[in-house]
């Protein structure tokens, strides 16, 4: 049996029904480069559940997973996900080949930054589709990510904007609010269009130390913003009367 397993934004949000799980398996990894904990360890997992967990990369999973997904025919595996089970895309996947090579699994969701967007005073029904915004490289600058806000901001919807993580890099690299807001500045400047978002910024969210910031210029001058993490940023769509009140009272 291969479990798919979100253990939430930080050490305590992990199920019941997670530990169960992790307890039962013969070998436990962890999925560690799509998100990281705002709060808490994963050693914290380790004493909860009694199992060693192995940290698992980019490749590790992309590409040198096959052995251990076949193992789980005849063993238990578990792979742990910072946040929910299948936000990823290479999580969906590893649905897929469980299914082509007859291996048994299950998938038990968990807490993810999708779960706190409420918290906001945002409608949870008015948000368009969620994007990735990414660092800008060499000879890599996307910009689909900035056309879907656009396109949620026609429609009157809020954006959801997951910010990069480049957790196999040394150092790592984790994308904050003010260099996602001066990508889309470029990318406007880039196409001679001025751009009129509304910006919420989240920080470490479901931690003690969690904040919500409205505001350009309160989120770029913000004195935690290169110490709390992970960062998700929120380009506002058309407000109701309830929402306002909400962001004029409470930041």
Known sequence: MLYLIGIGLNSKQISLEAIEAIKSSDSVFLEGYTSEYSQGTINEIEELVGKKVILLGRKGVEEKFDSVLLSAKSNNIALLIIGNALTATTHIQLLIDSKENDVKYKVIPGISITNTIAETGLDEYKFGRTVTICYHQENFEPETFFDQILENQKIGLHTLC?????????????????????ILEKISNKRNQKNNFEYLGLFAMSSLKQKIIFGKEKIISFKEIYDLFPQSLIIL???????????????
């Not at 997951?162 to 001066?182: H, Q, S, V």
């Not at 009140?245 to 930041?251: A, D, G």
């Open 237 to 251: 769509g058309k407000t109701n009367a309830k929402e306002k009140e909400f962001l004029e009272k409470m930041y």
């Open 162 to 182: 997951l910010l990069d993580i480049k957790k196999d890099e040394n150092p790592k690299r984790l994308m904050n609010c003010k260099e996602a807001i001066e």
